[in-house]
């Protein structure tokens, strides 16, 4: 199982970015998918996290900021990001958890938020 990153770069303040993340290879059933991040010092966090069927959920950080959402044709996650501040700067994974509790990560992508 991959999964691919995209959608990282350097945004100003307020701006916005849409990270995507696609899962190939053999996969069991997904029971949920969802995103990461670490800025620098600090440890890796979740950020948002979609379970199959039921309704996205948000790190009160970015709640009203982000929006994650699913193509799960695609087996495809992605993540909407408004109103950017630096306190956002990190590398972002994504990652998903398959029905035996398995858990992939992408390899990480990384968004700089300037002042």
């Known amino acids: 199982v991959q999964l691919q990153a995209s959608g990282g770069g350097l945004v100003q303040a307020g701006g916005s970015l849409r990270l995507s993340c696609a899962a190939s290879g053999s996969i069991n059933s997904i029971a949920a998918m969802g995103w990461h991040r670490q800025a620098p010092g600090k440890q890796r966090g979740l950020v948002a996290l979609?379970?199959?069927?039921?309704?996205?959920r948000y790190a009160a950080s970015v709640e009203g900021r982000f929006t994650l959402s699913r193509d799960n044709a695609k087996n495809t996650v992605y993540l909407q990001m408004n109103s950017l501040r630096p306190e956002d700067t990190a590398v972002y994974y994504c990652?998903?958890?398959?029905?035996?509790?398995?858990?992939?990560w992408g390899q990480g992508t990384l968004v700089t938020v300037s002042s």
């Open positions: 990652f998903i958890v398959d029905r035996l509790a398995q858990n992939y």
């Open positions: 979609s379970p199959t069927g039921g309704s996205p």
